[in-house]
């Protein structure tokens, strides 16, 4: 009877995991959509520093994807984790700050972008606890630095009101390195759950 219940807890588990994958890739799609104004108006090289958070929700949704195969990359893992949580956490601020100018826009769509960001939020750090440091995890830092430099320096920062834009700025640098720091302290504690071992 144990064998039965514990069958029916892995499977639905795996649905639970199939369907966050699935959620994260429509995410991604419907970003990209959300982007496309910025993405045609901007050269084609420009694109990837772009849409950042559905970039993010592709990482993660590769990264859970490989560990559903039980072929986990610590790599990937700790820069989807990172992304996810700098860029979740960075729309919560923005909708939070702007809220007058994004809630007036369109109430519904950027309420659900808030709940849906804040759960980006969640997910970067459950995914933060399934991986194991190594040293190429710093190119994670790389990439969100190149990423902050371009968005306020060639302006590929999403489009918002360009009141409190310095202020944007660090809070961008600030949650780069808060984000690589909780992924790392993270992953070296140990704690990972998916031990390829």
């Not at 949704?61 to 893992?77: H, R, T, V, W």
């Not at 960075?90 to 007058?100: E, G, N, Q, S, V």
Request: hydrophobic share 50%; with cysteine; charged share 15%.
């Amino acid at each position: 009877m144990q064998k039965i219940v514990d069958l029916f807890k892995e499977m639905r588990m795996r649905r639970f995991i199939l369907f966050i994958l699935f959620a994260n890739v429509l995410g991604t799609i419907y970003g990209w959509y959300y982007y496309k104004n910025q993405l045609i108006s901007n050269p084609f090289y420009f694109w990837i520093f772009i849409a950042d958070c559905p970039n993010s929700t592709l990482f993660f949704s590769i990264a859970l994807f490989l560990m559903i195969l039980g072929k986990k990359s610590d790599f990937l893992n700790f820069f989807a984790s990172a992304n996810s949580i700098k860029y979740g956490t960075w729309t919560c601020i923005i909708l939070l700050l702007h809220r007058t100018y994004f809630f007036t826009i369109n109430f519904n769509l950027y309420s659900v972008m808030f709940v849906t960001h804040a759960l980006l939020i969640v997910e970067g750090f459950l995914l933060a606890y399934a991986t194991k440091f190594n040293k190429y995890a710093y190119l994670t830092l790389i990439w969100l630095f190149t990423n902050d430099f371009l968005d306020y320096f060639a302006n590929t920062h999403p489009y918002m009101p360009e009141e409190g834009i310095e202020a944007v700025k660090i809070i961008t640098f600030s949650l780069t390195i808060f984000s690589f720091a909780a992924v790392y302290v993270l992953s070296t504690k140990n704690l990972s759950y998916f031990s390829n071992e």
